[in-house]
Every structure is written in structure tokens, then in C-alpha cells.
């Protein structure tokens, strides 16, 4: 779990969009799991993904985050919402779904929800696995009728079928539902940020660390104190 937790946070320093498998070997050589931890300062990542395959279903995730082809008619993904140009939100006060419908709740950042104990407002997923199919099914949101039209529209794309044959050997009858949601679990856990006068505080211990060290005069993450996003 630890060389996990070292891989993902690796991952995390790479610039937007440069994770591929075959710009990794030699990062992760190099990553040391104590200099990534003093670089971040943050706790270590529960429920990390087993190491097989990771990186191939790091991206696979991440196709699935964006890939709008997954909603009722093809104009949502997870990343409408949780678009990474303004940190993993929306920037409304309510989230807008298919049909601009409007939710009832803000959207959360995804920066460091890794790290949550539990996921949503109301804490009802205790994982960003077990939470990760719900905005699929939601009927304000992605609005896909069920399972079986989730995995016909992966079914579909060659490129999904041997990225889950790959990942997860499975065949498009063997796919499931929850393997979806691990790959986009797995990616998530690469949004992370840190090194804020706050995480040198609470998680490293540094009592000299204060808020006026921080580049936005926060003792929380802003936008300058993040490290980096995939
Ligand atoms: C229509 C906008 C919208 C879409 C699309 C959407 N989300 Fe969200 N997301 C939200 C809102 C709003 C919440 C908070 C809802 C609540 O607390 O009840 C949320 C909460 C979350 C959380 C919990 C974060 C936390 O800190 O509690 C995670 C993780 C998450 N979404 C991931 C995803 C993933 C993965 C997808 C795609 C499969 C997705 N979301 C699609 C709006 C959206």
C-alpha cells in the first residue's frame, strides 16, 4: 500500500494530461516514497489500488471520467461537473445535470477526496469506489437507465474491451458494473495536492508551519498551493 501510495502521488506531479505507460518506468525508479511524502505532506491514500496493471487502469479511468458517451444522451461526463480546469467543480451553486437539470447540492472538489474517509456531503459512500457508479445511475446526472446500458456502451468501443481484458481479464460478458468503478476510483486517487502551510502543520508536524507561508495566504490548498493535477 505504501509503494502505492508513492506511485500516486508520482503520478500526481506529472503534468495535466501526461500520464501514459510509457513515461512511467523511469518516474517511478525515481520516486522515493520519503521524498514524495515530504514534498506533499499529506496522510497516506486509503483503499489504494492493487499494483497490477496500475498505471493501464489509471488511464483507463480516466477515459471513463471524461468520456461522455457514458450518459443518457451523450452530453455529460463526471468531468462536466468536476472539470479539471477549475480544480474538480462546476463553479454553481447547484450542479447542472443532463438537460440542465439542477441538483441539490454544490459539487465537491475532487482534489484530495482520496484522502476523505467518506464521500459526499452527507458521508453516504465510504469509497470513491463505492461512490463512483452512483452519479451514473442518477437520473439528474449522467441519467443511465441501469448496468446493462453502462456496459453495452463500454461493449461498444475496442479500445474499452482491451483495456478491461487488460486490466481486469475480463471479457465484455464477463465486465462488470464495479470494475468500471475501481478504474475511476483508481484515478481519482491521483488528484491530490499538498504542501500547504496547513497539510506541514496537521500531517508533518512542522508547528512552525503557518498560513502566511502558504503563496495564497490560506492555510487551506488554493489554486497556487496546488502541486499538480493529471
Ligand atoms: C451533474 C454534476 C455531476 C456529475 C456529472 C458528477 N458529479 Fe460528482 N458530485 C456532484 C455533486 C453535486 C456532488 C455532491 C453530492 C452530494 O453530496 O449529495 C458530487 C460528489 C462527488 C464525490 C464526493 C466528493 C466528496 O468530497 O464528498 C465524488 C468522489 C464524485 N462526485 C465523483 C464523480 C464521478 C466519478 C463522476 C462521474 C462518474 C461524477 N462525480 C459525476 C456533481 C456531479
Not at 451523450?74 to 480546469?85: D, K, R, T, V
Request: aromatic share 6%.
Amino acid at each position: 500500500m505504501r509503494s502505492m501510495h508513492c506511485l500516486s502521488m508520482c503520478l500526481a506531479l506529472l503534468p495535466a494530461g501526461t500520464v501514459m505507460a510509457d513515461s512511467l518506468p523511469g518516474l517511478s525508479a525515481s520516486c522515493t516514497e520519503q521524498a514524495v511524502d515530504n514534498l506533499l505532506g499529506l496522510p497516506p491514500i486509503p483503499d489504494a489500488s492493487s499494483p497490477e496493471h496500475l498505471v493501464e487502469k489509471i488511464q483507463l479511468g480516466k477515459t471513463l471520467f471524461f468520456d461522455k458517451r457514458l450518459s443518457a444522451d451523450g452530453s455529460i461526463s463526471c468531468a462536466s461537473c468536476h472539470n479539471p480546469e477549475r480544480g474538480f467543480i462546476d463553479g454553481l451553486p447547484r450542479a447542472q445535470g443532463i438537460h440542465r437539470q439542477l441538483g441539490t447540492r454544490n459539487t465537491p472538489t475532487l482534489v484530495n477526496a482520496a484522502i476523505a474517509g467518506t464521500q459526499f456531503w452527507d458521508g453516504r459512500r465510504d469509497s470513491l469506489k463505492s461512490q463512483a457508479t452512483d452519479p451514473l445511475f442518477n437520473p439528474i446526472e449522467h441519467a443511465v437507465n441501469d448496468e446493462a446500458q453502462l456496459l453495452h456502451t463500454i461493449r461498444q468501443d475496442i479500445q474499452y474491451v482491451a483495456a478491461f481484458e487488460k486490466v481486469y481479464a475480463a471479457s465484455p460478458e464477463t465486465l462488470m458494473a464495479t470494475q468500471v468503478a475501481q478504474a475511476i476510483a483508481a484515478y481519482e486517487r491521483t488528484l491530490v495536492a499538498g504542501n500547504s502551510a496547513f497539510d506541514r502543520y496537521r500531517y508533518g508536524h512542522d508547528k512552525t508551519a503557518h498560513p502566511s507561508q502558504s503563496p495564497s495566504g490560506s492555510d487551506a490548498p488554493g489554486k497556487t498551493d496546488l502541486v499538480a493535477f493529471i
